[in-house]
């Protein structure tokens, strides 16, 4: 049986004073908790892996840097979120080519990156089967074929998915841009 609960907080304070293998035994004791978050919120497998090894050589490097050691399960949590997001992000932004005769303005830049960032995290929100589909299929352009071979589903469980993360990521979008959105008027 898995043992779920994280490193102790003796280890994590030995971790903190500098000693290499409270260290050790700290990156090896939170790898399989990160790894878990990491596939939960990545869009792909490959995502997931490298959030998960960024986030443990964070931890590596900067361990002294956590106030409590209490925390080190949501400071992790926010670590791996955080890589998350950005992979998503460059994901969007790899995917959305420039015409060459146009130079956007610096507002339209702004514009750009915010919009990106509000569609990142509404794909961030999904269900991690909703969000692998979306991802795979919407940002990365694989085939509705591909998509499900490589998940393991059917081609009508594909479009299922697919089509409710869609509906999902324009709803929370409808809602962000409408404070207003959901509230019953009088």
């Known amino acids: 049986m898995a043992d779920h609960t994280w490193p ?3 280890l994590i304070a030995a971790a903190q004073e500098g000693d290499v293998d409270a260290t050790a035994a700290l990156v090896a004791g939170s790898h399989p908790h990160v790894q878990r978050f990491a596939y939960s919120l990545c869009a792909t497998p490959q995502d997931a ?3 998960a090894q960024e986030a443990l050589i964070i ?7 956590l106030r409590a050691s209490g925390a080190l399960a949501s400071w992790m949590f926010r670590i791996v979120r955080n890589e998350c997001l950005r992979r998503a992000r460059l994901a969007l932004r790899s995917h959305g080519p420039v015409p060459d005769t146009v130079v956007p303005s610096f507002e339209d830049e702004v514009l750009q990156r915010l919009e990106a960032e509000r569609v990142a995290a ?3 929100a999904l269900p991690a089967d909703q969000r692998r589909v ?3 299929r919407d940002i990365q352009g694989y085939s509705g074929r591909m998509v499900a071979a490589s998940l393991g589903l059917s081609t009508a469980a594909m479009k299922s998915r697919l ?3 869609r509906a999902a990521v324009r709803q929370e979008l409808r809602t962000a841009s409408d404070p207003l959105a959901g509230v019953g008027h009088d």
Request: no cysteine; charged share 25%; proline share 5%.
């Open 59 to 65: 931890l590596y490097r900067k361990i002294g840097m």
């Open 8 to 10: 102790g907080e003796p």
């Open 122 to 124: 509404a794909i961030v």
């Open 163 to 165: 089509h409710r993360a």
């Open 134 to 136: 979306l991802i795979l």
């Open 49 to 51: 892996e490298d959030a």
